[in-house]
């Protein structure tokens, strides 16, 4: 398995301007995690989906973050416009479900993200 | 809401123990730990659910403390390989979505 697949890598844009980041979860997995990590706030949890559903989403900064999972495999997290207090590396990772219980999260190489 | 972790840092020479703690203000479901590695992802470590079933790594120990609200991660004989930032994240409604500490930075030295 290829594992939590982000993309792209590396994002520079200038302040204004909107950001899509992406992500691919592991086969098989039914929960997805978005997390913004910075050195003066550490790692945060911004939303996360189980089976595609939204179910918390109170750790997103403002209106101008939004997230969607259109199915099952893939999601994406949005900023618009993007603000340079949003320079960050942003993680996804992919869990499931079993037996009522959640298990470990596997997290994606990460989004460094650049406002300027 | 945020756990607290102590210490915020550690320093070892190889083959030292080394135990990271923590606290939580609520009461916990369940704790889970990841370690991170500089320019790197966190990598699942633990977890310990309430009841006191452990899922994780067999080289790794951890303790878990329900009523006080507690974990600690216990690293004995430390190799280089152990060093990097680790976090616990807990979750209080077993509803999965976790809230992290702020990390315990460990470095293992020759």
């Known amino acids: 398995d290829a594992g939590v697949i982000q993309s792209p890598r590396h994002e520079v844009t200038e302040m204004g301007q909107e950001v899509t980041l992406r992500c691919k979860l592991i086969?098989?997995?039914?929960?997805l995690f978005w997390y913004r990590q910075t050195m003066m706030r550490g790692l945060e949890l911004l939303i996360y989906?189980?089976?595609?559903?939204?179910?918390?989403d109170s750790g997103m900064p403002e209106d101008r973050f939004s997230a969607k999972m259109p199915n099952a495999s893939f999601s994406t997290l949005k900023i618009q416009p993007s603000e340079p207090r949003d320079s960050a590396v942003y993680f996804c990772a992919s869990s499931s479900i079993r037996g009522g219980s959640y298990n470990e999260q596997f997290f994606g190489p990460g989004t460094r993200l650049t406002v300027l | 809401q945020q756990p607290v972790q102590s210490p915020q840092a550690v320093i070892l020479r190889e083959g030292e123990d080394a135990v990271i703690n923590c606290s939580s203000s609520k009461a916990l479901y369940s704790v889970h730990w990841y370690r991170q590695k500089h320019g790197e992802a966190p990598v699942f470590l633990m977890i310990?659910?309430?009841?006191?079933e452990q899922k994780g790594h067999e080289k790794i120990s951890a303790s878990f403390n329900e009523k006080k609200q507690q974990s600690s991660l216990y690293l004995t004989a430390s190799q280089l390989s152990y060093s990097g930032t680790y976090f616990c994240?807990?979750?209080?409604?077993?509803?999965?979505?976790?809230?992290f500490g702020k990390g315990t930075k460990l470095s293992v030295k020759p």
């Open positions: 989906f189980n089976n595609n559903v939204p179910i918390d």
């Open positions: 994240g807990t979750d209080g409604g077993s509803q999965g979505n976790l809230i």
């Open positions: 310990l659910l309430k009841g006191g």
């Open positions: 086969s098989g997995h039914n929960s």
